[in-house]
T-cell receptor, first 114, second 113 residues
Framework: GAGVSQSPRYKVAKRGQDVALRCDPI?????LFWYQQALGQGPEFLTY????????KSGLPSDRFFAERPEGSVSTLKIQRTQQEDSAVYLC????????????FGPGTRLTVT | AQSVTQLGSHVSVSEGALVLLRCNYS??????LFWYVQYPNQGLQLLLK??????LVKGINGFEAEFKKSETSFHLTKPSAHMSDAAEYFC???????????FGKGTTLSVSS
């Protein structure tokens, strides 16, 4: 079956613009995660959903970052008033019921803020 | 707090040589440990995982790792490197809250012919 998909794959935004990044998880996966990967670093956790409920958003770096998953499937990560330090690859992952730790990652969205 | 340390940001081996990528973790609870591989412009792919049971775990592409509680280590090995193994490798631990993976900074593996 299809894996996790993310769109767009690449996004260039001018400083101050708002962006929206989309994640389509594997069908049937109730858990969905967002990570931020800066250049040359490992991924860092942003937020976690179980179905439509956002159970952990402790990793969101500021109130400019907002994530939603209204119907428990597709998720959107929104960044308002982008800053240069927001430039990174944003990875989405999903996992099946009963094994949240075994995550399947999408290809990521590379965001460049100029 | 839990953390992962990967020793060596860059490892170079010759084709056919042993691959050893080091990972040490810090955790106050029995850890769930993972190794992921990332090829350029791609997402992360799970190589192997340790949750409970046998401490030597085998993964895809001939990789294996051994959980050593006394050393708080989970080193990744492969007996014979292939050119196709060149990639970025990340060690990770499942966080205590059960909501996220905590990753190390990664090790770039280069394989020369």
């Amino acid at each position: 079956g299809a894996g996790v998909s993310q769109s767009p794959r690449y996004k260039v935004a001018k400083r101050g613009q708002d962006v929206a990044l989309r994640c389509d998880p594997i069908s049937g996966h109730v858990s969905l995660f967002w990570y931020q990967q800066a250049l040359g670093q490992g991924p860092e956790f942003l937020t976690y959903f179980q179905n439509e409920a956002q159970l952990d958003k402790s990793g969101l770096p500021s109130d400019r970052f907002f994530a939603e998953r209204p119907e428990g499937s597709v998720s959107t990560l929104k960044i308002q008033r982008t800053q240069q330090e927001d430039s990174a690859v944003y990875l989405c992952a999903s996992s099946s019921p009963g094994s949240s730790y075994e995550q399947y990652f999408g290809p990521g969205t590379r965001l460049t803020v100029t | 707090a839990q953390s992962v340390t990967q020793l060596g940001s860059h490892v170079s081996v010759s084709e056919g040589a042993l691959v050893l990528l080091r990972c040490n973790y810090s955790s106050s609870v029995p850890p769930y440990l993972f190794w992921y591989v990332q090829y350029p412009n791609q997402g992360l792919q799970l190589l192997l995982k340790y949750t409970t049971g046998a401490t030597l775990v085998k993964g895809i592409n001939g990789f294996e790792a051994e959980f050593k509680k006394s050393e708080t280590s989970f080193h990744l090995t492969k007996p014979s490197a292939h050119m196709s193994d060149a990639a970025e490798y990340f060690c990770a631990v499942w966080n205590q809250a059960g909501t996220a993976l905590i990753f190390g900074k990664g090790t770039t593996l280069s394989v020369s012919s």
